[in-house]
């Protein structure tokens, strides 16, 4: 295994790449501290890129749905664009009609990283979201570390620390394919050891509600096809054109959540997290977006960890509040087999 930096784009962005000994691949850059592409073995031994994205590190500075972009300073949905902390309102940018997604007009996704070599397999991005960056208080230091294993998963190590009372919730938002086709992901089954999801409002804003998934079209706690019950009768899956959902997961400490697996490449992808939530999201905004491959509706799904969304204005989620001088930690493993 090797880590090195392999491309300096015109505009200075960085080119990581990471192999190991069974050929798999993974490529980051600093913009965003993206996964760039990410190469997995399936049953036929040929390398797929399993993630969405553009041919050049360059493409993703186009507008893009976060493309494999660490998503921060919070993830999610902020309803109303604040929130109330130390007993001072905050207000965020409107990014998602009267609501804040994702971190904001330019949220972590759309910003220059440091990366940094750290041993043989790893690379690790960082950077200074500064006091009042898209409306956060506080100077947060944060990285992300990327990691290929030899046994075929890549780790993500989640850092923070703040020299302020902040709120903090960091993700990914790797869009998978596990065929590498990018045509549909509605023939993927998948599993999420979940037994309830937060209900949203029309605006997929939680508000403390939960809903117990069993037997419903939300119930991925037997391996199902995405497909199979996407079209059901169901207001929430309705305004969310598709699984936009935030499981809340069962167990507690890193364990294994979910799993996705396509039959067509034999590849099976495991998830494995700390984090309480993982919201699937079925690609349902996604509309023809021109890449390495062409996004339609629904060809890429995401399986995204995360704290509870909107915590920061719900008193019965679990807190999103970082205190000042305390560390933050978040892990996630997406592991991939042949099945
Ligand atoms: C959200 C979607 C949103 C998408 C952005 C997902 O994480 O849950 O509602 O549209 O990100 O492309």
Redesign the pocket.
């Known amino acids: 295994m090797k880590a090195e930096l392999i491309n300096k784009s015109a505009s200075g962005i960085e080119t990581y790449t990471i192999e190991n000994d069974n050929g798999m691949r993974a490529e980051f850059i600093t913009f965003g501290a993206r996964i760039f592409k990410l190469f997995v073995k399936d049953k036929n031994d040929n390398l797929v890129d399993v993630v969405a994205g553009f041919d050049t590190p360059d493409g993703f500075r186009e507008e893009n749905?976060?493309f494999n972009a660490v998503?921060g300073r919070v993830?999610?949905?902020i309803g109303g664009a604040k929130f109330t902390l130390d007993g001072k309102e905050y207000n965020l940018y409107k990014n998602?009609g009267n609501n804040h997604?994702?971190g904001g007009k330019v949220g972590f996704d759309s910003r220059m990283w440091t990366a940094q070599i750290l041993g043989d397999d790893s690379v690790k991005m960082s950077r200074l979201s500064q006091d009042g960056e898209e409306g956060y208080p506080g100077n947060l230091q944060v990285s992300v570390t990327y990691t290929l294993t030899p046994d075929n998963a890549l780790e993500l190590k989640y850092e923070a620390v703040c020299d302020q009372d902040t709120i903090c919730s960091l993700t990914n938002?790797a869009y998978f394919n596990l065929d590498g086709t990018f045509e549909t992901v509605l023939d993927h089954e998948v599993f999420i050891g979940a037994d309830k999801v937060t209900v949203v409002d029309d605006e997929?804003i939680p508000h403390g509600e939960l809903k117990d998934v069993k037997g419903t079209a939300f119930d991925f706690t037997t391996a199902k096809k995405i497909g199979k019950d996407i079209k059901a009768d169901e207001h929430m899956i309705e305004i969310?054109r598709g699984y936009?959902f935030n499981y809340v997961l069962r167990g507690e400490g890193v364990r294994k959540v979910a799993t996705a697996y396509s039959q067509n490449s034999g590849i099976e992808m495991s998830v494995y997290t700390d984090r309480k939530c993982m919201?699937l999201?079925t690609g349902?905004?996604l509309g023809g977006l021109k890449g390495k491959k062409t996004y339609g509706y629904q060809s890429a799904f995401?399986m995204?960890t995360q704290g509870y969304p909107n915590a920061c204005n719900v008193p019965e989620f679990d807190s999103m509040t970082l205190e000042k001088d305390t560390k933050y930690t978040a892990y996630t493993k997406y592991a991939f087999d042949i099945k």
């Open positions: 749905p976060y998503i993830g999610n949905r998602d997604l994702h938002h997929l969310a936009d919201q999201y349902n905004f995401c995204e």
